[in-house]
């Protein structure tokens, strides 16, 4: 059975810090990449971060940037998402995401809120 289970998320003060982590299971992880992607209300659901499956490559959306860093431990499989420099539009459900060729997994959300 896959899942990925997201925890860390919570409320957190403008220019705090969190750590997301993705727990994984069902799967072989080091196979796949990995993905964080986030929703706000009333908006679509948009790509945050991505890794390789090695963790050699790493990518980031404009918005954050030098803000958020994502990261893996394979023996673990365990994907991480370091966000700092905080913004309350930051707000969102952060979700993980695993993906091959052929087979495409997603968790099932942590919120993040971002507010004074």
């Known amino acids: 059975q896959v899942q990925l289970v997201e925890s860390g998320g919570g409320l957190v003060q403008p220019g705090g810090s969190l750590r997301l982590s993705c727990a994984a299971s069902?799967?072989?992880?080091?196979?796949?990449?990995m993905s964080w992607y986030r929703q706000a209300p009333g908006k679509e659901r948009e790509l945050v971060a991505a890794?390789?499956?090695?963790?050699?490559?790493?990518n980031y959306a404009d918005s954050v940037k030098g803000r958020f860093t994502i990261s893996r431990d394979n023996a673990k499989n365990t994907v991480y998402l370091q966000m700092n420099s905080l913004k309350p539009e930051d707000t969102a459900v952060y979700y993980c995401?695993?993906?091959?060729?052929?087979?495409?997994?997603w968790g099932q959300g942590t919120q993040v809120t971002v507010s004074s």
């Open positions: 995401n695993a993906a091959s060729p052929r087979r495409l997994y």
């Open positions: 069902g799967f072989t992880f080091s196979s796949y990449a």
């Open positions: 890794i390789t499956s090695a963790g050699g490559s790493t």
